[in-house]
């Protein structure tokens, strides 16, 4: 099985204090794949201080008259390793529809990056639709396993309450019966020192997408160490 994911979704904030020291809390251990994913400014400075890293998110196109955007080509050039398709927030700041997320996510591929795709249903939706929600997001999903998922119901964002951990299996478990492929499927919204170990307990979480708590290092060494401790046990 392969290892916990834990992604430090920074957003448009400055790298937090002490990322490049040695014992930074953003540094891969031997059970959890930690991976940050900063503004596009700072990739180079987590690339020179040996993090692992990945973009916020990139045009499937690989270069042209695109004021403002990069490419997903472009961010693979640099050094990416992954890159966020489809965040919630780019779905609603940027009208990503799921077509042109399915493009981001076969661009990603063809640039040899694992492509972290995003689904998840937002405030406004049924919650009784989840299921075809997450289909419709799935639908076109090439089989191949750089892929990793995650489930982001985006009205848990940045609330303080994130799904309680039986939700998000049996969710989880959903998503995992679509899909083709072994496929790390990651839960983001509201993670935190509190309730980490009580999500990745779960047999369907294999890490998660970390915002807000992920611009605290103390709080996020926490919820690596949750995850350390989960696949220990
Ligand atoms: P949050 O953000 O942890 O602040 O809720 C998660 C995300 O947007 O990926």
């Known amino acids: 099985m392969s290892k916990t994911f834990i992604a430090a979704n920074w957003k448009m904030n400055p790298a937090p204090a002490g990322f490049d020291a040695k014992d930074s809390p953003y540094r891969q251990t031997a059970s959890v794949d930690v991976v940050v994913f900063p503004v596009v400014t700072d990739l180079q400075k987590v690339r020179s201080a040996e993090l692992m890293f990945g973009a916020q998110g990139g045009r499937p196109e690989a270069k042209g008259s695109f004021t403002g955007d990069v490419s997903i080509k472009q961010l693979a050039d640099a050094g990416c390793r992954y890159v966020l398709c489809g965040h919630s927030e780019r779905r609603k700041f940027h009208g990503e529809d799921d077509d042109y997320v399915m493009q981001q996510v076969i661009a990603a591929l063809e640039n040899n990056l694992h492509p972290i795709l995003c689904i998840g249903e937002t405030e406004e939706e049924d919650p009784k639709n989840i299921r075809h929600i997450l289909k419709k997001q799935l639908q076109g999903l090439p089989a ?18 994130p799904r309680t951990p039986d939700d998000v299996q049996e969710i989880h478990s959903f998503i995992r019966s679509l899909l083709e492929k072994p496929t790390r499927i990651l839960y983001g919204a509201s993670v935190n020192e509190d309730n980490a170990a009580g999500l990745i307990a779960q047999k369907d979480v294999d890490g998660f997408i970390v915002g807000g708590a992920s611009l605290d290092p103390v709080a996020f060494r926490k919820i690596v160490a949750a995850a350390e401790a989960s696949s220990a046990s």
């Open 144 to 161: 191949d396993e750089k892929i990793l998922i995650a489930y982001e119901p985006s009205w848990a964002i940045g609330s303080g309450t």
